[in-house]
C-alpha cells in the first residue's frame, strides 16, 4: 500500500494510531471510547456535468480562501509546477490576493528523469506575477541530510519527494510560518495513472487494485523477510474488508472512497506534514477539505477520469492557467537519485541493508536484498517507486528511531 500501514495498526508492536475522523477520550476511570465523527458517502448526486463543475469550483475557492484567512500571518504556496497546486495559485489571483508568495525545489536530473519542474513553476509565476524563491539541490547536499529526514518521521514513509519537502521547507520556513500545498486533488478527482488501469482490469476488485497499486507482490514479501516474518496475505484481507463496505456505487468509487479515507492521510497528507513541521511551518491542503472531498466522491468516475484524470479541475483551469500547465503529462515532485539509485546513493543503501543492526534485526531474507542491491532498477513498484529505496528506508527509520 505504497508503504502505509492503515490505522489503527503500525509497524510497532503494541503501539496503535488514531484512525482518521475519529476520536478517542479517556475518562477518569480510564474508559476509552472511541468515535468516527465523519464518513464520506461514495455514491451519485444528481447534478449534471457542468453544474459538478461549477460546484467543484465553488467549494474549492471556498477551501482556499478558508485556509488563507484564517491565519494571522502571510501565507504562500509550495508551487510544484503541476496542475494542483498552479490552480491554488490561479484562485487566489481570482480572488483578489496580489501579493502571492510561491516556492519552488528541484534537484539534478538522472537520463530522461527531470529533477525538477520548474519550466512550468515559471510560467505560473511570470503569469500572476508572484513573489518566487527557487532552490535547487545537487545530489551531494541531498545525502548528508537523509537521516535528518527520517528522524522527523512518524513512521517509514517511502515516498521519494519526503526529503524534497523537508529540504524545501527548511528554507521557505526562514520568510512565512503557513503555506497552501497542493496534495489530495489526484486522490479525489482522480489524477493518477494507475486509476484507469485498474478500471481497465479484470479479476476480482483486490486483484485490479492490488496488481497496478501494492508495491510488490506477496509472493515477493515471502521471499523478502525471514520466514519467522511470513503470514497470510494481510493486505488482500484488509482490502476485501474495505471493499465490502457500503455506500459505494462502483468498483472505481470504493477505489476512490479507499484512498480518501484510509491511504491519503497516512500517505500524502502526513509525509508533508511532518516534514513541514519538523522546521515549524505549517502546510495546508485545500483540497482535502472536507465539504470539497463529500462532492468529489459523488462525481462519477468517468467524469473525474475524462482528460487522463481530474476533467472537473481542468476544466476549472482553462482560462486561469497556461494550457501548457493543464494539459501537460502528468508530474510527480521528482527526486530522481532515490528512484533510480546509483553511486554514492547505492553505496549508501547497500551500507545500511548489510549493516550489523540490518543483519542481526533478522527481518529481511539477506540473500533477496543481495539480489535487490545487485540491481535496483529491476526492482521497481507498481507506482514506479524503487524497492530498494523502500527496503533501505525501512531499516534506516528503525535504526535511526528504534535503536538510537
Known amino acids: ?51 459538478h463543475i461549477e460546484r467543484t469550483h465553488e467549494l474549492l475557492t471556498k477551501a482556499v480562501l478558508k485556509r488563507m484567512n484564517a491565519a494571522d500571518v502571510p501565507i504562500g504556496v509550495l508551487l510544484s509546477g503541476g496542475l494542483d497546486s498552479s490552480l491554488l495559485v490561479g484562485l487566489l489571483h481570482e480572488a483578489g490576493h496580489q501579493d502571492i508568495r510561491t516556492f519552488s525545489i528541484g534537484f539534478e536530473d538522472i537520463d530522461d528523469e527531470a529533477g525538477s519542474e520548474f519550466e512550468y513553476s515559471d510560467q505560473i509565476v511570470k503569469k500572476f506575477n508572484t513573489t518566487h524563491e527557487k532552490y535547487v539541490v545537487s545530489n551531494s547536499q541531498v545525502l548528508p541530510r537523509l537521516g535528518e529526514a527520517v528522524a522527523n518521521m512518524a513512521e517509514p514513509m517511502v515516498g521519494q519527494d519526503a526529503v524534497a519537502f523537508y ?57 523478502t523477510v525471514n520466514q519467522q516474518y511470513h503470514s497470510g496475505n494481510h493486505t488482500e484481507a484488509w482490502l476485501n474488508k474495505e471493499f465490502a463496505k457500503a455506500n459505494a ?33 505549517e502546510a495546508r491542503v485545500p483540497f482535502m477539505d472536507y465539504q470539497l472531498v463529500e462532492h468529489a466522491l459523488s462525481i462519477s468516475p468517468s467524469l473525474k477520469m475524462s482528460e487522463e484524470g481530474k476533467h472537473p479541475l481542468k476544466q476549472i483551469s482553462r482560462g486561469l492557467l497556461p494550457d501548457s500547465v493543464i494539459d501537460r503529462k502528468k508530474g510527480y515532485f521528482p527526486m530522481p537519485a532515490l528512484k533510480y539509485v546509483r553511486g554514492e546513493f547505492l553505496d549508501f543503501m547497500a551500507d545500511i541493508l548489510n549493516s550489523t543492526q540490518c543483519v542481526n534485526r533478522g527481518v529481511y531474507n539477506q540473500d533477496f536484498v543481495q539480489k535487490v542491491i545487485n540491481q535496483p532498477e529491476q526492482y521497481m513498484t507498481a507506482l514506479n517507486g524503487s524497492r530498494l529505496w523502500h527496503l533501505a528506508l525501512l531499516e534506516y527509520w528503525l535504526q535511526i528511531n528504534i535503536d538510537e
Open 1 to 51: 500500500l505504497h508503504g502505509v500501514v492503515p490505522a489503527p495498526n503500525t509497524i510497532l508492536n503494541g503501539v496503535n494510531k488514531i484512525k482518521p475522523a475519529t476520536t478517542l477520550t479517556i475518562d477518569a476511570k480510564g474508559k476509552v471510547v472511541e468515535k468516527t465523527y465523519w464518513q464520506p458517502r461514495a455514491q451519485r448526486s444528481d447534478l449534471s456535468d457542468d453544474e
Open 167 to 223: 529540504l524545501l521547507s527548511e528554507q521557505v520556513s526562514k520568510q512565512i510560518k503557513v503555506v497552501l500545498s497542493g496534495q489530495g486533488a489526484d486522490e479525489a478527482f482522480a489524477g493518477y495513472f494507475w486509476y484507469p488501469r485498474m478500471q481497465a482490469e479484470s479479476g476480482t476488485e483486490v486483484e485490479r487494485f492490488a496488481k497496478h497499486y501494492v508495491d510488490r507482490p506477496y509472493e515477493e514479501y515471502l521471499q
Open 249 to 281: 456505487d462502483e468498483f472505481m468509487d470504493k477505489v476512490f472512497r479507499t484512498d480518501i479515507t484510509r491511504l491519503v492521510v497516512d500517505d500524502p497528507v502526513k509525509r508533508v506534514d511532518n516534514m513541514t513541521m519538523a522546521w515549524g511551518l
